[in-house]
């Protein structure tokens, strides 16, 4: 009997597909969001709106936190490391937690390297703008992907932009010849064993999900029909109105993604949206996606 | 002969990429309007929570269990499994929906959280001599076979792990997500 093997790793995110992953902070909210048809939850102390509203270092979550949700729901629960604090990681991993994200929404760590995800037990998610940033994180042993967008701000655009990007590479990607892959690899920083599976495969070698910015059913079946596996939504629920309602049009818009008549009825009387931030309104030093090396 | 796959939620892809590998006709089940054209079922895993919910969302639920009911072959695999059970270890979830076919009592999250998934090589008579690589995920047991059902898969101490009621399938791992065939091929004889 092999415990936490890559199979293990991987095949949990093949488990969550075609769902939603929900930001929570505390153990009633982790209820709502099971109650709603979450496939797992978030736990943090902030979701990245406040992060983003109060400022400061962003860190770890309280363990006792954590735990608390990880008693009141039955479906998977993650948290957060800061990007390179594999002290973090291995406080977390102690929890018994089934995914840590390792992530740009907290303050990062080290500014050079991520955590050497091969040496934990529990896997890893890890965020991503390109291909490139993707293989990396693969090479480092993260077991899911999910394109970073921009956290925290209700606006979809950099979630768009980063799905289409990583989309776009792997088309280009399957259609060079075998010389070609050589050079691609060395121009995207990726290492090449890692490019010339994609490219012999058609798509990534692990799960990758839509996040940051995320807010309406409509934005969720956005993603889907763009080609990601399911969504995190941070923000964007329980900053809304009518959290419960709107939480469970997000799951029914993932799962329909492409039956418009659904999604129109799913988003009917949701209440207020999280009030959002425009991303191009945002000055770089404020954008959390460029976090991650 | 088409195959349906539940696709509301999980690992739907691989068991369609493993059926298409072997040949067979199959249909991603969404709505009662898909439902209507397969003449058999695969529940995937994925979180039998939200798997659960959305079934009675859509109108699937009744249409299935009465399509199970009729003979129609199912197979649940993970959360599939425990959605055909009968019975909840524990008390199910309240609100929990379930198609409660199959003579079994099901234990959810059985063996703990993610870091206790394992994959283990299973001796499995129905499927010839070469030992089977099986994974589970969180994975659910399978407890109380009623008379009518067979136990097909047992861990090395006895636990039950994969389990037939005629023409109902229920497994606690995950033959997707490996490349062996042989419980796809399994299915569709029954």
Not at chain 1, 30 to 43: H, L, S, T
Not at chain 1, 111 to 125: A, D, L, W
Not at chain 2, 51 to 76: A, D, F, T
Request: charged residues 25%; proline residues 5%.
């Amino acid at each position: 009997m092999d415990k936490s093997t890559w199979t293990t790793k991987i095949g949990l995110a093949q488990m969550l597909k075609g769902g939603v992953i929900m930001d929570v902070v505390t153990p009633e909210q982790a209820r709502i969001a099971e109650e709603a048809g979450a496939v797992a939850v978030m736990a943090l102390e902030r979701v990245p709106a406040d992060i983003r509203a109060q400022g400061g270092v962003a860190r770890m979550s309280d363990p006792s936190m954590i735990l608390g949700i990880m008693e009141a729901v039955t479906i998977p629960v993650m948290a957060k490391a800061r990007i390179g604090h594999f002290v973090e990681a291995q406080v977390l991993e102690s929890l018994g937690i089934d995914y840590i994200d390792e992530s740009e929404v907290l303050t990062p760590a080290d500014e050079e390297h991520h955590i050497n995800k091969h040496k934990f037990k529990v896997p890893f998610v890890c965020g991503c703008r390109n291909l490139g940033e993707a293989l990396r994180r693969v090479a480092e042993g993260a077991a899911m992907l999910r394109t970073k967008g921009e956290a925290g701000t209700g606006d979809v655009v950099e979630a768009v932009r980063h799905a289409r990007t990583v989309y776009t590479e792997i088309r280009r990607l399957t259609s060079m010849d075998e010389d070609e892959l050589f050079t691609y690899a060395k121009n995207i920083q990726a290492p090449y064993e890692l490019v010339r599976q994609v490219a012999e495969a058609g798509r990534l070698p692990v799960v990758n999900f839509a996040a940051g910015g995320i807010a309406t059913p409509a934005d969720a079946a956005l993603m889907m029909q763009l080609g990601v596996d399911g969504v995190f939504v941070g923000s964007g629920i329980f900053k809304s109105g009518d959290p419960a309602k709107r939480a469970r049009a997000i799951v029914e818009a993932t799962t329909h993604y492409n039956e418009p008549e659904i999604i129109a009825e799913v988003s009917k009387g949701l209440g207020e949206p999280m009030v959002g931030i425009s991303v191009s309104s945002l000055p770089q030093d404020k954008l959390m996606a460029g976090r991650g090396w | 002969m088409t195959i349906g796959i539940l696709a509301l939620q999980g690992d739907f892809r691989e068991h369609e990429a493993m059926l298409q590998r072997i040949g067979a006709p199959t249909l991603q089940v969404r709505l009662p309007k898909h439902l209507a054209e397969v003449d058999r079922l695969i529940i995937p895993g994925g979180e039998s929570t939200a798997i659960g919910k959305l079934l009675v969302l859509y109108g699937l639920l009744e249409p299935i269990r009465e399509r199970g009911r009729k003979g129609m072959p199912i197979w649940g695999t993970c959360a599939g499994a425990i959605l055909l059970a009968q019975r909840i270890a524990e008390g199910r979830p309240a609100g929990q929906p379930a198609l409660a076919l199959m003579d079994i009592t099901a234990r959810r999250n059985a063996f703990g959280r993610q870091l206790d998934s394992f994959e283990v090589n299973l001796s499995i008579e129905a499927l010839g001599d070469a030992p089977l690589n099986t994974v589970f995920i969180r994975a659910p047991l399978i407890e109380q076979p009623g008379p009518a059902v067979r136990v097909l898969a047992t861990l090395a101490d006895g636990r039950i792990v994969a389990a037939q009621q005629g023409h109902l399938l229920a497994t606690c791992f995950h033959p997707e997500l490996t490349g062996d065939e042989r419980f796809h091929r399994y299915f569709l004889e029954l």
